[in-house]
């Protein structure tokens, strides 16, 4: 990530509301996708290739845990709606899949893979946001180790689940 992108979208810092058509086309923000609730946000290079595949199978094999915990996973890429739904239905996704074909928001928030040219699609980057959309973690995925594994979601979710939750307990 550049620079400046580096200062906004860090952790403790708000990331934009952004609105974008989901997989569906219905256009969708991402504040009413969190609903009050903790969110996975994850920005794919695109169907094409195969580390998004291996990454989000990943992921999906976790959607049952963050529906019953009352968080969310937001994936958004350069495909089109319809290329997007049926990436989501191969995968047995049933989190929302946001689209950005026109790349509304790719420049704006800095996020460009730089190195492919051809595509010109997000760089695979991952935020863990608060229900008010603060940034709790960041993790920059150009080189596959550097994603978030199933581990560093749970911990994440959990950590945003005590401080939002009042009811939340950890006894020590």
Do not use: N
């Not at 580096?6 to 923000?29: I, K, M, N, Q, Y």
């Not at 991402?30 to 595949?53: M, T, V």
């Not at 958004?76 to 996704?93: H, K, N």
């Not at 760089?123 to 080189?143: E, K, M, N, Q």
Request: net charge negative.
């Amino acid at each position: 990530m550049s620079e400046a992108v580096s200062e906004r979208l860090v952790a403790g810092r708000r990331f934009p509301d952004l609105d974008l058509p989901d997989h569906t086309g219905r256009a969708r923000r991402l504040s009413e996708l969190a609903g009050g609730d903790p969110l996975a946000l994850l920005f794919s290079r695109g169907w094409w290739c195969p580390k998004e595949q291996r990454h989000l199978r990943e992921v999906t094999a976790l959607q049952d845990e963050f529906e019953v915990a009352y968080a969310r996973i937001v994936v958004v890429s350069i495909d089109s709606s319809e290329v997007q739904a049926a990436f989501r239905a191969g995968l047995g996704a049933r989190f929302t899949f946001l689209s950005d074909p026109d790349r509304v928001w790719l420049d704006r928030l800095g996020l460009l893979e730089e190195r492919d040219t051809l595509h010109r699609p997000y760089r695979p980057t991952a935020f863990t946001l608060r229900p008010d959309l603060v940034i709790h973690a960041a993790y920059d995925g150009y080189w596959y180790w550097g994603r978030p594994t199933v581990e560093d979601l749970r911990r994440d979710m959990r950590a945003i689940s005590r401080d939002v939750r009042a009811d939340f307990r950890v006894y020590e």
